[in-house]
């Protein structure tokens, strides 16, 4: 299968800080990137779908200025989380789905953040 | 809307056992496609299985087995003779094609415990 990467794997940051977290498509094109965020012990629920080149859809309740997506190129989405607090403290996945496979997703290894 | 049921929270059970895992989704798309995922302790989500709506075959593949049916809504996950190794979450998700286009809607998720 297609691989995903992030980086960073996990990060620790001070309350108040933004935190930029990158997700990419090694070996594939990913029109379309998602971004799911999972609490411990609980699923994961999908924060927001983005395409290549245009604005990121949010899911309701997902504040679209507390996290920032691009997707500048069909390899690359990043989800910067703006002045992060400690509730935002969580498990970040991505995935992406390749051109002309659809429903046939690849996830990243997931991003674990933890704000202090 | 879509909704993916996992009722059973925790399952223990003891090495050589058969666990079965149960998944009961909702959707009002005629076309669909369910998963299901293993998350190992690490977090990386493994991709196990997809199947389409209109494949309702059954499928087995090592000492995992796959029971789709459409009358009843469900996706259940067998594992035969478990072992340690299988000790993780399982998730099992839905994923649409009409405004769900690419969207993942993930069950709950069930822990398997294996003890020796």
């Known amino acids: 299968g297609a691989v995903v990467s992030q980086h960073p794997s996990w990060v620790i940051c001070k309350s108040g800080t933004s935190v930029k977290i990158e997700c990419r498509s090694l070996?594939?094109?990913?029109?379309?990137m998602f971004w799911y965020r999972q609490f411990p012990k609980q699923s994961l629920m999908l924060m927001a779908t983005?395409?290549?080149?245009?604005?990121?859809?949010?899911e309701q309740g997902v504040e679209k200025d507390k996290f920032l997506i691009n997707h500048a190129s069909l390899t690359l989405s990043t989800l910067t989380v703006t002045s992060a607090h400690p509730e935002d403290s969580s498990f970040y996945i991505c995935?992406?789905?390749?051109?002309?496979?659809?429903?046939?997703?690849?996830f990243g290894p997931g991003t674990r953040l933890t704000v202090l | 809307a879509q909704k993916v049921t996992q009722a059973q929270t925790e399952i223990s059970v003891v090495e050589k056992e058969d666990v079965t895992l149960d998944c009961v989704y909702e959707t009002r798309d005629t076309t669909y496609y369910l998963f299901w995922y293993k998350q190992p302790p690490s977090g990386e989500l493994v991709f196990l299985i997809r199947?389409?709506?209109?494949?309702?075959q059954n499928e087995i593949s090592g000492r995992y087995s796959w029971n789709f049916q459409k009358s009843t809504s469900s996706f259940n996950f067998t594992i035969t003779a478990s072992q340690v190794v299988d000790s993780a979450v399982y998730f099992c998700?839905?994923?649409?094609?009409?405004?769900?286009?690419?969207?993942?809607?993930f069950g709950a998720g069930t822990q398997v415990v294996v003890t020796p």
């Open positions: 995935s992406g789905e390749g051109q002309g496979r659809y429903n046939e997703q690849f």
């Open positions: 199947r389409n709506s209109f494949d309702e």
């Open positions: 983005s395409n290549e080149g245009s604005k990121a859809t949010y």
């Open positions: 998700a839905l994923s649409g094609s009409t405004d769900s286009w690419g969207k993942f809607q």
């Open positions: 070996d594939f094109q990913a029109t379309t």
